[in-house]
């Protein structure tokens, strides 16, 4: 007798916001050691609603609302840790991110090594991440590469729903700590098909959004629909073929992945909101141009914000790129 075919996985249009919150929900579910806290994460259930409806799930043991202290949140979420607890630590916005870097820098990553691994540091810190949503400032800022450069430190910035709540799934369970950036723009504007049942995304791995064969586009975070856009015209105007790999982690780095990509294209631009000087779209180049400098053939261009603060928000279209100075440094490329 032929065995039955399983039955597919059940899946529902989520944006990405709604996909963070499944992710969140699950994983209190199933483990009694993961515990949220943050600025308004309880009874507002947090000020994009990433956290609506757990604390009244899960009550306010599990679903802490903290002072306004980011330093506090992040001090004792690595104690929880430490003790045997899974904390997802919530700073409401990217830009009171630097409040943190004392915990971070000089506990979060050190903390296994220090204790030649007798201690571990399991938790996630979550913030919304980019610009284009008309905040004020130190609301819109793009802080990944303080992040990146402190060793033991994991550092995922998903682009879709779907993404979105495998990768953060992933985090939560890891053993290390992971710093975990949710694209602010993309909260509502990123739709897509969820499945309902727990899943994990792999840490570590990026994702080929389209393969092409003359030009790589590099990016994460909400930069991935930038690209797409300028990857849309790139081939209707210029009849290019355009690879766009979404890494998804920026640490752990999927160089494979890179190093394969522009292998195959000879080509490579490298899109991000963070002003290049000292960003991580600089030491993607650096690393191709050690790794992979004779399989290039044009310069490696970089489309990032400008050596200067995140404007307010009358400016900031002018700050971030989009898909037009992608396509003018893909065409700089394409034509070296």
Known sequence: ?????AAPAKTRTRNLVQAVNEALDLALGA????MILGEDVGRNGGVFRATDGLWKKYGDARVVDTPLAE???????IGLAVDGLRPVAEIQFDGFLP????????HLGRLRSRTRGRMSVPLVLRAPHGGLIHAPEH???SPEAYFCHTPGIKVVIPSTPYDAKGLLLAAIADPDPVVFFEPKRLYRAAVGEVPEASYTVPIGKARVVKEGTDLTILTWG?????????????EAEDKASVELLDLRTLTPLDLD????????TGRCVIAHEAPNTGSWAAELSALIAERGLLRLLAPVQR??????RMPLFRLEQYYIPDADRVTLAARRALSF
């Open 257 to 264: 992945a890179v190093l394969a990509s522009v292998a195959k």
């Open 31 to 34: 483990d009694p050691r993961v």
């Open 1 to 5: 007798m032929t065995p039955a075919a």
């Open 71 to 77: 330093i506090g949140i992040m001090g004792c979420a």
């Open 303 to 308: 489309v990032g914000g400008w050596d200067a």
């Open 139 to 141: 609301h819109s800022e």
């Open 99 to 106: 409040s943190v870097l004392d915990q971070v820098v000089c």
């Open 222 to 234: 909400a930069m991935t629909e930038t690209c797409a856009k300028a990857v849309e015209r790139l």
